[in-house]
């Protein structure tokens, strides 16, 4: 907390130097903080000042730390940026960037500014930026890099640390090396950890592990990034359908795509369209275009609910009573086949459960359904009766109804998303206004139904 109040005290002085156009002591106080921090600072400075003075903050920086700040920018703001520097300073930022961040500046950029930026690259450098580029946006060759730390197995320990001493600095990891033969097939692995307590005479061969975990180039990243929780490691090589080596993922890229994946699974559970703008830079329109479908789609459902409710209006006008009860039990199937869903759903995202869980899914959500059923209805079998002063029948009837909606709420709950996996749709699309709309309609066919037959109407 002390540091948070710190940091907006700097955001607060650096945006007041600017006011003053004090560009000077402006960067003198963001060169006081680490590269982060600074990126954070010119977010802070685009959202009070506007682009134009983060741009001059920004090329105020040392070219060095610039570009370090730059890759921890958001990409929009890359591309503001990108669109007020000469070329000059673009070419000297794609020059220094990570590969992998360099790619994904380039696929967000207008073609021209591509090919302006590709003009001055080399002719191989253009066929390996242009490989990237094709791949699907998320596939694992969307997120790998080029620079890892390749070694031949007929190396000595003490050639393979010569060759990492002289190449490591422009690798994205030395933590972890990898053993190709001359076709660039990916023969196993070897840490660093491993050739740093080795004897030097010794060979690679002798201490690389063919029993290694890779991706292919066009594994979704949600796969790669259950290996990289599974496995827990810092880096994974990446290999085309002919097993060569052709880059690494390494788990900051994938701490990204997590984030993503989340975010997107929230945004399907809640029935809105996925989006990567930030909130507060999506437009009012498109807040409602993202959000509007879904609502008019769960609209329609309630109109076939009240459809159903009008085909009992005989039971309703019999014993009015009924209607009062009826949002209790509609509101606790919905919460009911939400709970089960949010845990089936988070269960597949982790791996917890798979399709094939399916029956010992059910029969657990049937028991525990069955008891949480029973102990609502026991106790709105006593409010019904003795505070509501209801007949022993109407009070049946409401925790009969109870029971049943709440069984076949967590039924429909849990089994909903598993249906969805299987079938290749995502389970968070079934979450909580797909169920509450399903659970509603059952609510009111199996109360009514009960009240016809305990009530005899």
Excluded at 74 to 103: H, K, S, V
Excluded at 251 to 261: A, P
Aim: net charge negative; proline share 2%; with cysteine.
């Amino acid at each position: 907390m002390e540091n948070e109040f710190t940091m907006d005290g700097i955001i607060k002085t650096i945006i007041e130097l600017l006011k003053l156009k004090k560009y000077s002591r402006a960067r003198d106080e963001m060169l006081k903080n680490n590269t982060v921090e600074i990126a954070e600072i010119l977010e802070e400075i685009i959202e009070e000042l506007g682009i134009e003075k983060a741009i001059i903050s920004f090329r105020t920086l040392p070219k060095d730390v610039s570009v370090e700040v730059f890759a921890y920018l958001p990409i929009d703001d890359q591309i503001d940026i990108i669109a007020g520097i000469t070329d000059r300073e673009i070419q000297y930022i794609m020059d220094e960037l990570a590969f992998d961040d360099m790619i994904d500046v380039l696929e967000e950029l207008p073609a021209n500014v591509v090919d302006k930026i590709l003009e001055k690259t080399t002719k191989d450098e253009r066929r390996t930026i242009n490989t990237f580029l094709n791949y699907p946006e998320t596939s694992a060759g969307s997120l790998m890099t080029p620079d890892y730390i390749s070694l031949r197995k007929n190396m000595t320990v003490a050639d393979a640390l010569a060759y990492i001493k002289k190449e490591g600095m422009d690798t994205e990891t030395v933590y972890t090396c990898y053993v190709k033969d001359e076709g660039r097939k990916l023969l196993g692995i070897v840490s660093l950890r491993t050739l740093v307590v080795s004897d030097d005479h010794v060979r690679i061969e002798e201490l690389m592990h063919e029993d290694m975990v890779y991706v292919n180039v066009l594994d979704d990243q949600e796969q790669v990034s259950d290996l990289f929780k599974k496995y827990g490691f810092l880096a994974m090589p990446v290999v085309d359908n002919e097993q060569r080596l052709v880059g690494i993922i390494t788990v900051d890229d994938i701490l990204d795509v997590i984030d993503e994946e989340t975010t997107e699974d929230f945004h399907k559970m809640a029935g809105v369209a996925v989006s990567t703008e930030e909130y507060l830079d999506m437009s009012v329109w498109k807040h409602v275009k993202n959000r509007l479908p879904w609502l008019f789609i769960l609209m329609l459902s309630y109109v076939v609910t009240g459809g159903i409710i009008s085909s009992f209006e005989d039971v309703l006008s019999n014993v009015i009573v009924l209607v009062t009860y009826l949002p209790m039990l509609m509101g606790t199937g919905g919460n009911s086949g939400s709970q089960s869903a949010t845990l089936i759903i988070r269960g597949l995202a982790l791996g917890d459960v798979d399709t094939g869980d399916a029956l010992k899914v059910l029969w657990k959500e049937l028991r525990v359904s069955f008891l949480i059923g029973l102990v609502l209805s026991v106790l709105n079998f006593a409010r019904i009766y003795w505070m509501d002063g209801e007949g022993v029948m109407v009070a049946l009837t409401v925790c009969g109804a109870m029971l049943v909606i709440v069984m076949a709420a967590k039924t429909i709950g849990s089994m909903l998303p598993m249906g969805a996996k299987k079938v290749g749709i995502d389970p968070a699309l079934m979450a909580s206004p797909m169920i509450a709309s399903l659970t509603d309609m059952v609510s009111v066919v199996a109360y009514f139904a009960l009240a016809t037959l305990i009530l005899g109407i």
